[in-house]
């Protein structure tokens, strides 16, 4: 273990913080900064475990959160999702890095496009494929987050499924 690798945990532990907290807000504005927080330092951690397209897709949610205060619509979604795209293939190192493309893509398209079960379903994707990224990447913080957030909705998914459960 080295130092570059604790600092890495650390600052991903603080991403994972801010995360949490922002889903506490009952603002909508403060919500979004704090993620938009949480995304610069999932970047920065990304950064230290030499994970450039990782760093690079959280940075683009850093600023897509900033946008979303004021601005919203199907073309900001799409204009996203080519940033993503175009930004994973810049940055590709390995097969590994499809993984966080396709979970921000299929994030984006659950949040802008979908409703109820379908929107679930695309987000626990993309959390899922962010879990597997992160457990090769050595990211502990981003597979506890990433964990804790696909069994939750897939609990979700399966009450919402079973409406004797509810």
């Given amino acids: 273990m080295s130092e570059t690798w604790?600092?890495?945990?650390?600052?991903?532990g603080v991403a994972a913080l801010l995360?949490?907290?922002?889903?506490q807000c009952r603002q909508d504005v403060r919500m979004l900064l704090l993620l938009a927080g949480s995304c610069v330092a999932w970047s920065l951690h990304f950064?230290?475990?030499a994970q450039p397209t990782a760093a690079l897709l959280n940075l683009i949610t850093a600023v897509r959160n900033l946008i979303a205060i004021r601005r919203r619509g199907a073309w900001l979604a799409a204009l996203f999702i080519m940033l993503y795209l175009i930004s994973g293939g810049v940055s590709w190192q390995s097969a590994?890095?499809?993984?966080?493309?396709?979970?921000?893509?299929?994030?984006?398209?659950?949040v802008f496009f979908l409703q109820g079960l379908p929107r679930r379903g695309?987000?626990?994707?993309?959390?899922?494929?962010?879990?597997?990224?992160n457990l090769q990447a050595g990211s502990i913080p981003g597979v506890l987050v990433m964990g804790a957030d696909a069994l939750s909705n897939a609990w979700?998914?399966?009450?919402?499924?079973?409406?004797?459960?509810?």
Avoid at 19 to 23: D, K, M, R
Avoid at 96 to 110: E, K, M, N, T, Y
Wanted: charged share 10%.
């Fill in 6 to 12: 604790l600092w890495a945990q650390g600052i991903g």
């Fill in 19 to 23: 995360g949490v907290l922002a889903f």
């Fill in 47 to 49: 950064l230290m475990l």
């Fill in 96 to 110: 590994w890095d499809v993984l966080p493309v396709i979970a921000v893509v299929a994030g984006s398209v659950g």
């Fill in 122 to 133: 695309a987000l626990l994707a993309g959390s899922l494929l962010w879990l597997v990224f």
């Fill in 156 to 166: 979700r998914i399966h009450r919402l499924r079973s409406p004797h459960i509810r």
